[in-house]
Antibody
Framework: DVQLVESGGGLVQPGGSLRLSCAAS????????MNWVRQAPGKGLEWVSA????????YFADSLKGRFTISRDNSKNTLYLQMNSLRVEDTAIYYC?????????????WGQGTLVTVSS | SYDLTQPPSMSVSPGQTASITCSGY??????VRWYQQKPGQSPALVIF???KRPSGIPERFSGSNSGDTATLTISGTQALDEADYYC?????????FGGGTKLTVL
């Protein structure tokens, strides 16, 4: 079955940086757009960013533009999220999720998430 | 920015029908997806393309979308359906989630 495994979370001070990774397996990674979605403790889901299968197109939540960068390495079947200038309010579980297909499709597979804690 | 509004919570008795709404401007012109999230778990897709169920999702889950409102309906609700439910749509190349509805089965 499809597998998505996030890593790279941890404790970071405000203003710091962190790079998250999402290792994908058991599907043709380059054929699918991928997403990052986060969830602050006790809160709802918040979409962060998306990237096309080739990596040629990227999309971001308006509130995060300029601080976060999404990328992928299709040769390594890995999705990345570079997070800079981190703020306390960025504390959340970060999930990677596969976009299952066309514009009407949803996120059909999710990783288990990696916790990012921004605190001094 | 585009907003999707859901009731924060609702309750239903076992065996009854739960209808969770999601409201947004001209939402009927967009595709809506629904996700179920149980405590300590990652979200799971239960409805896409407004009305379609992924394989493995029980038939008691159904969806509709018209006008400004999309609805997730759970027929014959079971205790294991107790979870948070989120609607989701795309708008202007961004993904929008509703605030989520906590469904209690009691």
């Amino acid at each position: 079955d499809v597998q998505l495994v996030e890593s790279g979370g941890g404790l970071v001070q405000p203003g710091g940086s962190l790079r998250l990774s999402c290792a994908a397996s058991r599907f043709t990674f380059s054929s699918y757009a991928m997403n990052w979605v986060r969830q602050a403790p006790g809160k709802g889901l918040e979409w962060v960013s998306a990237i096309s299968g080739t990596g040629g197109s990227t999309y971001f939540a308006d509130s995060l533009k300029g601080r976060f960068t999404i990328s992928r390495d299709n040769s390594k079947n890995t999705l990345y999220l570079q997070m800079n200038s981190l703020r306390v309010e960025d504390t959340a579980i970060y999930y990677c999720a596969r976009n299952s297909g066309d514009s009407g499709s949803g996120f059909d597979y999710w990783g288990q998430g990696t916790l990012v804690t921004v605190s001094s | 920015s585009y907003d999707l509004t859901q009731p924060p919570s609702m309750s239903v008795s076992p065996g009854q029908t739960a209808s969770i709404t999601c409201s947004g401007y001209k939402l009927g012109e967009k595709y809506v997806r629904w996700y179920q999230q149980k405590p300590g778990q990652s979200p799971a897709l239960v409805i896409f393309h407004d009305t379609k169920r992924p394989s493995g999702i029980p038939e008691r889950f159904s969806g509709s979308n018209s006008g400004d409102t999309a609805t997730l309906t759970i027929s014959g609700t079971q205790a294991l359906d107790e979870a948070d439910y989120y609607c989701q749509a795309w708008d202007s190349n961004t993904v929008v989630f509703g605030g989520g509805t906590k469904l209690t089965v009691l």
